[in-house]
């Protein structure tokens, strides 16, 4: 159950990126930035009702080897962080042909989002979007090559998405290293991913969003804004992997740092 919680999440929050190719698709970013916080809405309550469960693991974790059952648990979990960014790769030409549809639907009922909702869940609309469904393909990738990848923000964001994936789990597991300063190191947590979070939005998000507004006012390709976000959902997929590397060793160094403020 935490896995499935955790998937949505990951898939979520790497389908972000094709938001403003959706909303540069049909010139409406804005538009497609607010309908987008609905899903997000859904990944950030998906969020705090795994959390509970994820610590739970600690709790009621065996006597004998408690720190091989936790830390065999928490990769699961990261792995399903994995799968989930995968999927959302693999629905990325899906979730354009839909959400290019329902942002220009959105506009139609003046920004209503229940309406918007309402109309979704017909039939009619529902068999609409069946046809806009894409099986992923090599094509899609056609004009995308290693030489257009900027290395620096491919590498920055491996790094912030391993650490944002592990910053709960390796809190949870360093409160099992020192359990006289386990809750400085589970509320360390917090500060961990918050930093994380402020250098996606510095170092990652202005960059993309310049791209859909060259797009929009026709002074980029949309190819460029295309190969971006490929570009950013594979670092986001390859930072997943780097978690189950960082995990172990993030939960020894929260463990110092707790001990270190005490």
Do not use: C
């Amino acid at each position: 159950m935490i896995a499935i919680f955790i998937l949505i999440i990951h898939s979520i929050e790497t389908l972000a990126y094709a938001v403003r190719l959706s909303g540069a698709r049909v010139k409406l970013l804005a538009s497609a930035l607010s309908l987008f916080n609905v899903m997000v809405m859904v990944s950030r309550l998906a969020n705090m009702m795994q959390q509970p469960f994820t610590g739970s693991l600690v709790d009621t974790a065996p006597k004998e080897n408690t720190l091989v059952f936790v830390e065999n648990q928490y990769r699961i979990i990261i792995g399903a962080a994995s799968l989930g960014t995968l999927i959302g790769m693999l629905l990325l030409p899906t979730f354009v042909a839909i959400f290019s549809r329902a942002i220009i639907h959105l506009a139609e009922e003046r920004g209503s989002i229940p309406a918007l909702v309402k109309k979704g869940f017909t039939f009619e609309y529902m068999k609409r979007g069946i046809k806009h469904i894409r099986m992923p393909s090599f094509s899609y990738l056609k004009g995308i090559g290693l030489r257009d990848i900027p290395i620096k923000l491919f590498i920055i964001n491996i790094l912030i998405t391993s650490i944002y994936t592990i910053g709960v789990l390796s809190a949870l597991y360093a409160a099992l290293l020192v359990p006289e300063r386990a809750t400085t190191a589970v509320m360390a947590s917090g500060l961990i991913n918050g930093v994380a979070t402020i250098l996606l939005i510095i170092f990652i998000d202005p960059k993309i969003s310049i791209l859909a507004d060259d797009v929009i006012n026709k002074r980029g390709s949309y190819l460029d804004l295309k190969r971006a976000s490929v570009m950013m959902m594979t670092s986001r997929f390859l930072g997943t992997i780097l978690a189950q590397v960082l995990f172990i060793p993030g939960a020894h160094y929260i463990a110092w740092f707790a001990k270190f403020i005490a």
